[in-house]
């Protein structure tokens, strides 16, 4: 087993094989949604603009959340290493199952050296810290809204306590301890725990980065239609994270969208308008994400070089 989550040819192929994957269901992907009219709607081409360059913002923030949280456990590569390893994963996601994109950044970094199993784990719990984070932002809005006050402080205070159990120590000394005695490491890597404060720098840096989306997708809604509720920004987080739980679709491609039409909805926008704007948000931020990639590519050519 130590030799397979070793093998560096083979976390190659397999990177290389979700990349792939992650392209071909883009595709098809793409090739569903062409058949919609957007002729009825038009852009507001300096608000359009302004939405691309914020959104590069935190997407680039990815970046460096993943680098960060490498540096947290002692994971020592250099920041090309980790925009090259999320930068070529981001595509992955589209691939039904949620695994792909934790799985193939994973195997990026582990061929340097690492433990493909703590890589993982390091890789899953950003994740997590990402979706909960997500949420939280998404719900800000909601909890102003004519909605039943239980459901609304029962949802905000089950995010924070999740929050906080991922944050402590002890919690995450078991965990990996767990993991020592499945993988057979044999002793307990203690130094690769998270400080107790530090989880909650990366927290913090997270939420800065929902918040930047949200304002970035506030503009871009803004582009189509005249609104001036920055509210309805905070759909994205929300709406993507909410996606990304459905561990079946490739995505959260159908999810995301209907996620987007009932936000709009609450704020009384036609669903005919919302529907519309929900698909053009898909290619929107896809666009950021082939930015993103291009990044990764760009990354891994200039780690090629150094080696």
């Known amino acids: 087993m130590k030799n397979i989550l070793s093998n560096k040819k083979l976390l190659n192929s397999l990177s290389n094989f979700i990349i792939l994957g992650g392209i071909?269901?883009?595709?098809i992907f793409l090739f569903t949604t062409a058949q919609v009219d957007f002729n009825d709607l038009k852009f507001r081409i300096p608000y359009l603009i302004i939405s691309f360059l914020l959104l590069?913002?935190?997407?680039?923030?990815g970046i460096y959340v993943w680098f960060y949280s490498l540096k947290q456990y002692k994971v020592d590569v250099p920041i090309?290493?980790?925009a090259a390893s999320?930068?070529?994963?981001?595509?992955?996601?589209y691939i039904p199952g949620r695994i792909w994109t934790t799985i193939n950044r994973s195997a990026y970094v582990a061929n340097y050296g690492y433990h493909l199993v703590l890589i993982t784990f390091?890789?899953?719990r950003l994740q997590i810290v990402q979706i909960l984070v997500g949420l939280l932002v998404g719900m800000i809005p909601l909890i102003l809204l004519e909605i039943d006050l239980i459901i609304r402080i029962s949802l905000f205070v089950g995010i924070v306590i999740i929050?906080?159990?991922l944050a402590n120590r002890k919690i995450q000394t078991a965990l990996f301890r767990l993991i020592n005695k499945i993988t057979n490491k044999g002793?307990?890597?203690?130094?690769?725990?998270f400080e107790y404060k530090d989880s909650w720098v990366l927290i913090f840096i997270v939420f800065i980065q929902w918040i930047l989306y949200s304002i970035s997708y506030y503009f871009f809604v803004k582009s189509i239609i005249d609104i001036k509720d920055i509210s309805l920004g905070f759909a994205l987080p929300l709406s993507m994270n909410i996606g990304l739980l459905s561990l079946i679709t490739p995505g959260g491609i159908g999810?995301?969208?209907s996620m987007i039409v009932g936000y709009f909805l609450l704020f009384d926008i036609p669903s005919s308008i919302s529907a519309k704007i929900s698909i053009l948000s898909r290619f929107w931020f896809l666009m950021g994400e082939i930015f993103i990639f291009l990044v990764g590519f760009t990354a891994k050519i200039i780690s090629i070089k150094k080696e």
Do not use: M, T
């Not at 590069?56 to 923030?61: E, F, W």
């Not at 002793?187 to 725990?193: A, L, R, V």
């Open 187 to 193: 002793k307990n890597k203690d130094e690769y725990i």
């Open 163 to 165: 929050l906080f159990v």
């Open 86 to 93: 999320h930068g070529l994963s981001i595509l992955s996601k």
């Open 24 to 27: 071909l269901f883009l595709i």
């Open 56 to 61: 590069a913002i935190p997407l680039l923030i």
């Open 122 to 124: 390091i890789s899953a």
């Open 255 to 257: 999810v995301r969208e």
């Open 80 to 82: 090309r290493i980790a």
